[in-house]
């Protein structure tokens, strides 16, 4: 099978197996990881050159680490060093310890038995750190503690693989002075890469730049993060931690973004291959052969490493919600385990039917980590941390004010600001918690409750009040509000904001004497700038933009009453086009000189 064959292959199995796990809510990781199965040499074997694949897809892992590292400023990782050295040098001793004393117990001797320990200690990062993305996790408490343990594990496992030699027969005829050369490498690439970094990145970057051609600079930016992780790879370093110091060096520049984007597509791509060859190298006729004992170990792993996790969390000072967070998503093993125990088969410290044994235990708990982070949001959260009981609403003070306004996040504050200059009392009501906390910090006075509840209302004083603005976000509510409000409160004034013309119809048909749509006003007074740059007299932009106002607001009248024809109002939409083309073909003043012939007259 060629190149080209493979490749359709694995877009295919994305294609068909990601958007359905996600569908039902497991993600994208183990869509992959399905699919990487089904095309695997176990099931289908569509695709058998599984080492070769695994070996070119950790550019993927290259490429998000180098990302996260564009993402993090070198102050900010300066803050993370005691999480970073910290809490990470306690996970993997932590979790070591214990794996490698039951591995012990389990038959291995003690050599052996350690660096299975120490393997296993180790989390993937890509699996990870990709969960808590799709998440939206990556800036919560767990987020960063999950980010910090594995940018030290990155840096564990040069010791790990440095001290191989040592374990081998005894470390005989291991001489420290190449140990010694070894460590000035080490210290003389990444010393070379940061000064590098620092003082040459940047001129490239901007020389390349200034060349204008865009497959140019993303051929440079992939340089850049291959050429670090290959730099390192030599001497024995990780290549992630190479291109994440990279992406650090450059998270000041002024082309970080460029670089992200540029990296993203290749980033996306190059990662799911990697989920998909870490599927395909499932070993299931080993799990099928002795399936209690794969299936144990995975299980004791998980378990183990999870415990380990949540206590650590705790005894670090995080809440118990976050700290179960962390143990659901860095309980399974790692890629570096697979190169730790690759390389102590290499040394003869590991016989090749351990080594599967604990390739397929760590393939399987990266497998099941997307399905215990699930497990934990939809069954142990919303057990363990039951929502908390708030109160129907806040008591109103003093609820003789001529305003309510419904809603105070970012529309309502500008209102209420406003009327609180004119000095004109108002009642600020908000339905979020959250955002009363906020509020109330900066010194704004707003009251807890759901303004659509009638006895809430009447306890802010809505009989006496004259005028209502409800500045509700949420569609529903809003439209839930004005009709509590219009039906027990018909003298009141009710002035309204839309999220767009659907909404507002609504609004105009419970009788709102005014409907702003929130984007309409700033949107047209940008197109009123658009035409003053583009040379038409500022007079005469303005009255196209009013002309434009008068003919919408006509046009969002007249479709009201059309609103649940979709034909015909498809239809009105078509002519209203054509109307105001017309409008201002016939009847639009003239647009003035352009900027050339001002300046000259």
């Known amino acids: 099978m060629n190149l080209l064959q493979e490749t359709a292959i694995f877009l295919a199995a994305a294609v068909v197996a990601v958007p359905l796990f996600r569908r039902f809510g497991f993600g994208s990781v183990l869509g992959y990881l399905a699919a990487g199965v089904v095309i695997g040499p176990d099931v289908l074997r569509l695709v058998t050159d599984v080492d070769n694949i695994l070996h070119f897809s950790e550019i993927g892992v290259v490429l998000l680490l180098f990302i996260i590292g564009l993402e993090l400023q070198p102050s900010r990782l300066w803050v993370l060093r005691h999480s970073v050295f910290g809490l990470g040098s306690i996970q993997v001793a932590a979790c070591g310890i214990p794996l490698g004393l039951a591995a012990w117990w389990l038959g291995l001797e003690p050599v052996p038995a350690g660096v299975v320990g120490a393997g296993l200690a180790l989390s993937s990062t890509a699996f990870v ?4 993305a799709e998440r939206g996790q990556m800036t919560t408490q767990q987020g960063r503690s999950a980010f910090a343990i594995l940018l030290f594990q990155d840096l564990a496992v040069l010791p790990l693989l440095a001290i191989m030699p040592l374990l081998e027969a005894g470390g005989m005829g291991v001489q420290p002075a190449v140990l010694a050369w070894d460590g000035v490498e080490v210290v003389g690439v990444l010393a070379a890469l940061v000064i590098g970094g620092h003082y040459l990145l940047r001129p490239v970057l901007r020389i390349v730049a200034h060349a204008r051609t865009s497959e140019i600079f993303t051929a440079t930016a992939l340089l850049v993060v291959i050429g670090s992780a290959v730099a390192v790879e030599t001497v024995g370093l990780s290549m992630g931690l190479g291109a994440f110091v990279a992406g650090v060096l450059l998270a000041d520049s002024e082309f970080r973004h460029e670089l992200e984007a540029n990296i993203e597509p290749f980033k996306g791509l190059l ?10 190298s ?7 052969q002795y399936p209690l004992t794969v299936l144990g170990l995975a299980a004791g792993l998980l378990l183990v490493k999870g415990a380990v996790v949540y206590a650590i969390g705790r005894a670090w000072g995080m809440p118990g919600r976050a700290a179960r967070a962390l143990a659901m998503a860095l309980p399974q093993g790692g890629e570096f385990g697979f190169v730790l125990f690759s390389a102590a088969v290499a040394r003869g410290v590991l016989a090749d039917g351990t080594a599967d044994l604990l390739i397929a235990v760590v393939t399987l708990s990266m497998a099941a980590t997307p399905l215990l ?3 934990n949001e939809r069954v142990l959260a919303p057990r363990l941390e039951p929502a908390p009981i708030l109160p129907p609403y806040d008591t109103v003070e003093d609820p003789v004010q001529p305003v309510i306004v419904a809603g105070f996040g970012r529309f309502g504050q500008i209102v209420g600001r406003l009327l609180r200059v004119a000095h004109i009392p108002f009642t600020a009501l908000e339905a979020n918690p959250s955002q009363v906390d906020f509020v109330r910090r900066f010194g704004s006075k707003v009251y807890y409750g759901d303004p659509s509840r009638l006895d809430l209302l009447r306890a802010a004083g809505i009989e006496r009040a004259q005028a209502f603005v409800l500045a ?9 509000t004005a009709e509590v409000v219009r039906r027990h409160f018909p003298h009141i004034a009710l002035y309204a904001r839309a999220r767009n013309r659907q909404h507002a119809q609504r609004l105009m048909d419970l009788g709102a004497r005014a409907v702003v749509r929130e984007t309409f006003d700033s949107s047209l007074n940008l197109a009123e700038q658009v035409l003053t740059g583009l040379g038409w007299a500022p007079d005469d932009a303005r009255e196209a933009a009013r002309r434009f106002r008068g003919h919408d607001e006509r046009t969002l ?4 009453a059309l609103r649940h024809d979709e034909r015909a109002l498809i239809q009105s939409t ?3 086009a054509q109307e105001l083309e017309q409008l201002f073909e016939m009847d639009s003043p003239p647009r003035g000189r352009d900027k050339a012939e001002r300046e000259e007259g």
């Open 557 to 560: 009248e007249r479709q009201r």
């Open 129 to 132: 750190l990709q969960l808590l």
């Open 282 to 288: 499932a070993d299931l006729g080993l799990v099928a």
């Open 271 to 280: 990662l799911g291959l990697f989920f998909i060859a870490v599927g395909m």
């Open 472 to 480: 509700i976000d949420d569609v529903e509510a809003s439209v839930r």
């Open 574 to 576: 078509r002519e209203a």
């Open 373 to 375: 982070v699930v497990f």
